[in-house]
């Protein structure tokens, strides 16, 4: 629904009318169900992964080690009200580790809801903005950026509480200033690579498209950042992130939220057979991009999908970053001819709308089930899917 509106009247009171419902209904909601789900996130009862950000940061201000076990020390009990003990540990890389220092500087209540509010106005700022680059108006923007907040991906982040969020911001703020070939672009970039590492295929279609100036920058301010977290964390923080953190990833490739390329071959095939099919799609993929990311658009789209393709954990929530790649196809499109809405109708759904986690309420052998498979898989499908439409229609 992002950008169907193209293919009427952009006076049309009936397009103005539905999108406005649509926008007040997804706004109404999303409020409803982030206040819904706040009490058993912030009492205990249901922590979720943000609890991790918060003993993360904990951990930083105490002199902790970051990477140890997940625990609540006895003075972090005291303050929060309540202990959570698990035996993995927090899986972030060193600079995000870093950004969530001052959340312990807060309550638990006040931090889970400031993540909450950034991964909200993350969203709404990036579509906004990506909708008025276009040359939409204020109202029309602002209509289409509140929408999504309801999508699946949208409200799994806000389960979890998950700040990867800033993704989608820093990603949309490097492509813009990329087309006007503005120098900050790779500073964008490089802090969403150095948080997340797998949106490094941005730095794949820079170097295919022959921008050397903003390549070396991305590499040179990305290991910046990288050495800076390094250096305050300390070695033998990086030690474990390096030695048992990056290893423990193996265990979530079977997870039901995992919808990633590397999964999907790992659960269909015996384990050397599937490596070395991921291993040829990483390298086919990875080539794909440098070839064909010619513009600032193709690097921004391609970049962004066939990150989510090679990433080896690509979790359902992490595809809130294919919004602003779908209205910038969508704007690609000729949305008069039917076969073209159909592909943007298939995109829209399966990468923002499908419930593919709903398969966790099937019985415990539901991993053999080969249409299970297929079914939890469609958003990785659409990912491929996606990335074909791009390549042909994005100039």
């Not at 909200?120 to 509140?146: A, G, N, Q, V």
């Not at 993704?167 to 492509?175: D, E, H, K, N």
């Not at 939220?257 to 790992?266: D, H, P, R, T, Y």
């Not at 990311?293 to 193709?298: G, N, V």
Request: proline share 5%; glycine share 4%.
């Amino acid at each position: 629904m992002l950008e169907i509106q193209h293919a009427y009247s952009e006076n049309s009171r009936a397009m103005r009318v539905l999108l406005t419902i649509l926008a007040l209904t997804s706004l109404s909601f999303t409020l409803w169900f982030t206040n819904h789900i706040s009490e058993d996130a912030t009492n205990g009862t249901r922590p979720y992964d943000f609890v991790k950000y918060y003993i993360t940061s904990w951990n930083l201000r105490t002199d902790v080690s970051i990477y140890s076990p997940l625990a609540t020390s006895e003075e972090l009990e005291t303050k929060i009200g309540w202990s959570h003990q698990d035996g993995s540990r927090a899986a972030d890389p060193p600079t995000l580790a870093l950004v969530t220092y001052p959340l312990s500087f807060l309550s638990y209540t006040q931090a889970w809801w400031l993540v909450a509010s950034i991964s909200c106005i993350s969203l709404i700022s990036s579509i906004y903005f990506t909708m008025r680059h276009y040359e939409h108006s204020i109202r029309r923007s602002l209509e289409i950026s509140l929408i999504p907040l309801s999508c699946f991906p949208m409200l799994v982040m806000l389960i979890l509480n998950h700040i990867e969020s800033l993704l989608l911001p820093l990603g949309v703020a490097g492509w813009l200033l990329l087309k006007r070939s503005h120098p900050l672009a790779s500073l964008f970039w490089s802090s969403a690579i150095a948080l997340k590492l797998f949106p490094g295929m941005w730095l794949i279609g820079l170097a295919g498209a022959r921008h050397r100036q903003q390549t070396i920058s991305v590499l040179i301010f990305t290991s910046v950042l990288i050495l800076t977290s390094v250096l305050i964390i300390g070695p033998d923080n990086i030690k474990v992130f390096l030695l048992e953190v990056i290893p423990q990833s193996k265990d979530w490739v079977f997870s039901l939220g995992n919808v990633s390329i590397k999964s999907f071959l790992a659960i269909l095939l015996p384990t050397s057979l599937s490596n070395i099919l991921y291993l040829l799609v990483f390298i086919g993929v990875s080539g794909f991009v440098l070839l064909k990311a010619r513009s600032p658009d193709r690097i921004y789209t391609l970049g962004a999908s066939s990150s989510l393709i090679l990433s080896p954990l690509s979790w359902s929530y992490y595809f809130v970053i294919m919004i602003p790649p779908l209205i910038i196809l969508a704007h690609h499109l000729n949305l008069k001819e039917r076969k073209q809405r159909y592909h943007l109708v298939f995109s829209i759904f399966a990468l923002l709308y499908f419930p593919s986690q709903l398969g966790g309420f099937l019985p415990e052998n539901h991993m053999n089930n080969v249409g299970y498979i297929l079914f939890n898989f469609i958003p990785c499908i659409a990912l491929g899917h996606y990335t074909y439409l791009a390549n042909k229609y994005i100039s």
